[in-house]
C-alpha cells in the first residue's frame, strides 16, 4: 500500500523462460518470449480462444515456477468472463506447516490497495443517491477542516484521483497494536501537508482515500465497515470478505497466512490498516470475481445492482491525464490500457500480501491474484512476477502490433533538453525530504537521441530505450509503452509521465543544485574532508606524544579547535545518523509504518541543531588560524577546505530538513 520508493524492478532473467514455457504449452504457440516482449502480429497466427483449458494450461506452466524462482508461498488467480468465472485456483500453499493450498473459494488474502475499490464504489453509490457531490468542498461533509491550498478547496473528485495534493504519509499507516486503529482519530491527527494544488498533480494518498471511507460514515449513518458489508458484500454474495480489524470469529481460521519468503516460512501477524478504507480488506479470489463480474456489468450481478449503469460508465471513464497519451485515472480506478484494451484496475501491497485486479471492460474481462509473500528481494518479489503474469496474458489472448512510429529528428536537441535529475510527485516534505533525495530518477540521453531512465528496467534488468515519436513523447524501443514529458508556460521541462508505471504520480524536474548528482557528490566529498581532518588531527596527536611535544597555540586558538573538532563530530554524527536511519527503515518498512522511527528522528534533529552551532565554530576557528602568523599555509589551507565542507553541510542539514522537527512522515 504504502511505497514511500517503491519502484518497479527487473525480474530474474529465468522468469522470462517461465513464460515461454507456459505460452507454448498449449497446442497453439506463440513462440518464445525475450526479456524485452516484442509485439506478435495477428496476422500471423490467430491467438489461442479463452478457454478454461487453455487458462489453465497457461497458468499451470507459469505460475507455480514464479512462486519457486520468487521465493512466495502461494497465491490465488481468478479469471471472470461475460459474467462468469472461467478460472479460479489456488497455488503453493496458504499455510506452510500445515501444506494447505489455497482455496479460491474459502482461503481469504489481504488485497491491501485493492480495497479502496470498495471505497470509491461506496461513494458512488450515495453520489447516485444525492447524498455526495464530487465536485463540492469535503469540508461540507467533514466535522473538521482540511485547509485550503491557495485558495482552492478538494472535493471527492480530486480523492478519486488522487489529485487532493497531499504529502505522502507513511507514520500509523500499519499499526502494531488493534488499540491504535481508530478512523476518525487517525484522520484527525494525521493531517498531512498540501504541497500541491487540488486537481493538478496526481501523488497517491492513502489519507484522500481515508477520508472518503470516513465521509461515507458520516453521511450514511453506518460504521464504514458496515456499509460496505450491508450494500457491497451481501448483495454481491462475498461472504468471505469483510474490513474488519482483526477479522471475526468466522472469518479468521480461513485467513492465509502472510510471509516475508517461503523459504523463512515464519508466519507473520495479522496486518492490521489506518486507515481502514485504504486498505484493510480480508477476501476471497471468489469474492473479488463477484466484484469484478458487477463492475464489468456497470454495476449488476445477477438480479442484484450496487450500481446504476450511468454511475458505473461515470466511474470507469477518465478524469484526470498527467499528460496526452499517458495512461491517467478514472474514478477510483486507475487506467492500465495496453495492447490496444481498454484497461482499468489497480494494485494492492501490505508487507506481506501482494495484489493485482484488472478488467479489460471491451471485453467482459477481469483478472484478480493475490499473493501471500513478499518474496526473495533479489528475485525481485512479486511486484514484477505480477506484472509479468498479467503482461504474458494479454500477449497471448490479445497479441497486438504498435503502429510504427519514426523517430523525431529533433531527437538529439530535445533530449538534451530533458536530461536531469527527478523526483517523484508522491513524497514527503516534511520530514523525509533525504529520504526522497536518495530516491531521485536520471534521465540520460544516448548518442542516437534515445533516453534511459535509471530505474526502468525490462524483466532481464537491462535499461529500456525511450525515442521520440512525437515533441517530448517517447515510446519504449521495441515496446508499446509510452513516457512523455509536460512543460512550463516558458518551455522549460515540469515534469515527466509514462505508462510503464501505473499512474499514480509524476516525476518531477529537480534543480541541479538539489540533485542527486550534485548533492549525492558534495556531501560525500564534505563528509571525506572531515573524516581525513579527523584522522590527520588523531595522528598529529600520536606523533606528538610519541616525540614528547607540544602544539604551540594562542589560548583562545586552543579553544576554537578544540570547539571546532567536536563541530565535526556533531556534522557527521547529524549526517550520517539519518543515512543510518534510511537504511534502517529500507531493510524493515515498520520502522516508518510503526512510527517506531519518530523518537530517533527527534534526537537526529537535536543533532542537526548541534551540528550547525558546530559549524559555527568550525568557520570561526578556520577564520582565527588566518590572524596568527606562525599558523602555516597549508594549516591555514587545510582548516579553510575544512570550513567550506561545515557550510556545505550546514547547506545540506537546512535544504533538506534535517531540523525541521517535523514528526509527520
Known sequence: MNRHVRRLVALFAGFTASIAMAQTAPPTPLGPTTATPQPISTTETAPPTMTQQDVTAFFDGLIPFALQRSDIAGGVIVVVKDGNVLFAKGYGYADLAHHTTPSPETTLFRPGSISKLFTWTSVMQLVEQGKLQLDRDINDYLDFKIPPYQGKPITLRNLMTHTPGFEDTAKGLLPASIDDVNLERYLKTHIPARIFPPGEIVAYSNYGCGLAGY????????????????????????????????????????????????????????????????????????????????QLQNGQYGSTRILQAQTAELMHSQQYVPAPGINGFDLGFYQENRNGLRIIGHGGDTVYFHSDLHLLLDQNIGVFMSFNSAGNPEAHGTLMVRTAIFDAFLDRYFPHTEPAQPTLSTAKADAAKVVGWYQASRRNESALRMLYLTGQVNVGAQPDGTLLVSFLTDYAGQPLKW???????????????????????????????????????????????????????????????????????????????????????????????????????????????????????????????????????????????????????????????????????????????????????????????????????
Open 215 to 294: 465521509i461515507v460514515q458520516r453521511v450514511s449513518g453506518e460504521r464504514f465497515e458496515d456499509y460496505v458489508a450491508n450494500h457491497i458484500f451481501q448483495p454481491l454474495q462475498m461472504a468471505h470478505s469483510s474490513f474488519a480489524q482483526p477479522l471475526p470469529p468466522s472469518l479468521a481460521p480461513m485467513l492465509s497466512k502472510g510471509y516475508k519468503t517461503a523459504s523463512d516460512g515464519t508466519p507473520q501477524p495479522f496486518e492490521l490498516v489506518d486507515p481502514a478504507p485504504a486498505g484493510s480488506l480480508s477476501s476471497t479470489a471468489m469474492d473479488m470475481a463477484h466484484f469484478m463480474i458487477a
Open 467 to 665: 525515442r521520440e515519436v512525437g515533441p517530448l513523447q517517447y515510446r519504449e524501443v521495441n515496446g508499446q509503452d509510452k513516457l512523455a514529458f509536460v512543460t512550463n508556460a516558458d518551455g522549460s521541462i515540469r515534469y515527466w509521465a509514462t505508462d510503464y508505471l501505473p499512474g499514480v504520480e509524476v516525476f518531477q524536474r529537480v534543480p541541479g543544485f538539489k540533485s542527486m548528482g550534485s548533492v549525492g557528490v558534495l556531501v560525500a566529498i564534505a563528509i571525506a574532508v572531515m573524516l581525513v581532518t579527523m584522522l590527520v588531527w588523531f595522528v598529529g596527536w600520536l606523533l606528538r606524544r610519541h616525540y614528547r611535544s607540544a602544539l604551540e597555540l594562542s589560548p583562545a586558538l586552543r579553544r576554537t579547535r578544540l570547539l571546532s573538532r567536536l563541530g565535526i563530530v556533531a556534522m557527521l554524527a547529524s549526517v550520517l545518523g539519518w543515512v543510518a536511519l534510511l537504511v534502517a527503515a529500507g531493510i524493515d518498512e515498520n520502522v516508518l509504518l510503526h512510527g517506531s522511527a519518530t523518537p530517533w528522528m527527534v534526537l537526529l534533529y537535536v543533532l542537526g541543531v548541534i551540528a550547525l552551532l558546530g559549524a559555527i565554530a568550525i568557520v570561526a576557528h578556520a577564520w582565527r588560524n588566518w590572524r596568527p602568523a606562525e599558523r602555516s599555509r597549508w594549516v591555514r589551507a587545510g582548516e579553510t577546505l575544512l570550513a567550506l565542507a561545515a557550510l556545505y553541510l550546514c547547506w545540506f542539514i537546512l535544504a533538506f530538513g534535517l531540523v525541521s522537527f517535523s514528526t509527520s512522515y
